[in-house]
């Protein structure tokens, strides 16, 4: 009976052993968390502590330049309205981005158009290569003397007089090249050089010599054509007199 009391207080002072030893070993755990924590704030202060001592001086220099600037800008701003450029510049931070999205989106389409834009440029280098080849360039210089003597012999009465008229003049222009009035004048400009080229005394001017022309069938059907024009130009009302030219 005696030795199983001392067999179960042995047992009973056993456990706990084992159970101090395990809180003992949490505890040495606890320990050890809690001392590798302070060495780490500890490093962190260290760090802390030596970037507060490299920036101290860039920031006090940063501080004089400062100071510095505002005393050059101090008699055109002041330091209320630089406040309020910078409140103006905070509330508006939204806008900037939208403009910068912007700025993307061009940049975007500069980069899109820019192939476009590169053969646009070639094409346009080939068809001036063209026009060069074919002397439009060297008629500019003889373009401008033209527009030079217009210049000097027209003044704004006459521009606005010719405005007036231009409807007139594009119309007479336009019947005037008709494909039948073109070969007309060309063959009375061949028959009148031709004429032009006969020496004098080749023509027979004398009374008889005229009558004897007038037996030619053509030189008939010629002076028949001339009276029935010189009838239609009888038949032309004159143009009305402008009212510069009339008397009060």
Do not use: C
């Not at 001392?6 to 606890?30: C, G, I, P």
């Not at 510049?89 to 403009?99: D, K, R, V």
């Not at 003049?169 to 050089?193: D, G, N």
């Amino acid at each position: 009976m005696a030795e199983n009391t001392t067999l179960s207080t042995q047992n009973d002072v056993q456990a706990q052993l084992q159970a101090l030893n395990a809180k003992l070993d949490a505890l040495a755990d606890q320990v050890a968390v809690l001392t590798d924590y302070v060495l780490e704030q500890r490093q962190r202060q260290q760090e802390w502590d030596e970037l507060k001592a490299d920036l101290t001086p860039i920031a006090m220099e940063m501080m004089e330049a400062t100071v510095e600037e505002l005393e050059e800008v101090e008699p055109y701003v002041r330091l209320e309205e630089i406040l309020f450029f910078l409140k103006r510049l905070a509330t508006n931070l939204h806008n900037f981005e939208a403009m910068l999205d912007q700025l993307e989106s061009m940049n975007d389409l500069v980069q899109d158009l820019t192939p476009v834009a590169n053969d646009a440029f070639l094409v346009a280098m080939d068809q001036l290569q063209e026009l060069e080849q074919k002397g439009y360039f060297a008629l500019i210089p003889e373009a401008k003397y033209i527009m030079d003597n217009v210049v000097d012999a027209f003044g704004p009465e006459d521009v606005r007089a010719l405005g007036d008229n231009i409807v007139l003049i594009l119309s007479t222009v336009r019947s005037m090249t008709q494909p039948e009035i073109m070969t007309l004048v060309q063959q009375l400009t061949e028959s009148t050089q031709e004429a032009v080229r006969t020496p004098d005394e080749e023509l027979d001017t004398s009374y008889l010599g005229l009558l004897r022309q007038l037996r030619d069938p053509q030189m008939r059907l010629g002076l028949a054509r001339t009276l029935q024009l010189l009838r239609a130009m009888g038949r032309i009302a004159p143009p009305a007199p402008s009212g510069n030219g009339q008397e009060a």
